[in-house]
């Protein structure tokens, strides 16, 4: 089933929008704590494209040996460092430095709720519009792959699925989104269940 949405609805749910409850990896299993004492801040970027056939969300796979989620599909960001003014700043610098999109480009117009990952990490999703033409010039150290899904496709609940495996003898559950040979999971998937909680409300 298709949800379209137009750029003046997404715009109409961030408007004064207080924030909302932490969220994280242990939604689905209560109990899971982060894996480190003190939690890493950090902040992301979820790009929706005002593309003419449509909006789109950009994400991008990251390359098989880094340290943190390798190989994994996730949004543009990274740590806050001490420079950053604001949380906003970190996903902004973090963008420009993994896939080159200019900030010119991006309007932010509000941010979900903060995402607290097992393996340590205290996420801010920062929320940006951004309309094209523009370029992209990915590192090829941090990013295998840079891609576009359609906002739709993650607005049909029927593509978020719960799923599990056998962890340090647990079971573990979590969101899955695959499409076409992507395999979207774990955080970036919670992500993007708030992100449509978000703008399906009333």
Do not use: C
């Not at 961030?14 to 994280?24: K, M, Q």
């Not at 801040?41 to 390798?70: C, M, Q, S, W, Y």
């Not at 990490?121 to 010039?137: E, I």
């Amino acid at each position: 089933m298709e949800y379209p949405l137009e750029r003046q609805q997404i715009l109409d749910q961030f408007i004064n929008r207080p924030l909302g409850r932490n969220r994280g990896d242990d939604d689905l299993n209560p109990g899971m704590a982060p894996v480190r004492d003190r939690l890493v801040p950090a902040a992301v970027l979820v790009p929706i494209i005002e593309r003419e056939d449509g909006l789109t969300v950009l994400l991008t796979k990251r390359t098989d040996h880094l340290n943190d989620h390798a190989g994994q599909v996730s949004f543009p960001g990274g740590r806050v460092e001490p420079d950053d003014d604001s949380l906003i700043e970190t996903a902004l610098r973090e963008t420009e430095e993994e896939i080159g999109l200019d900030r010119r480009h991006i309007e932010t117009i509000g941010q979900l709720d903060r995402y607290i990952t097992r393996t340590g990490f205290d996420v801010t999703p920062v929320v940006g519009l951004v309309r094209p033409p523009f370029s992209l010039s990915p590192d090829s150290f941090e990013v295998a792959e840079i891609f576009e899904v359609p906002l739709s496709f993650f607005m049909a609940r029927e593509n978020h699925e719960k799923r599990s495996r056998e962890w340090q003898g647990k079971t573990r559950y979590f969101y899955v989104m695959p499409y076409l040979e992507y395999y979207i999971w774990g955080a970036t998937a919670g992500m993007l269940v708030n992100l449509v909680d978000i703008l399906s409300e009333q």
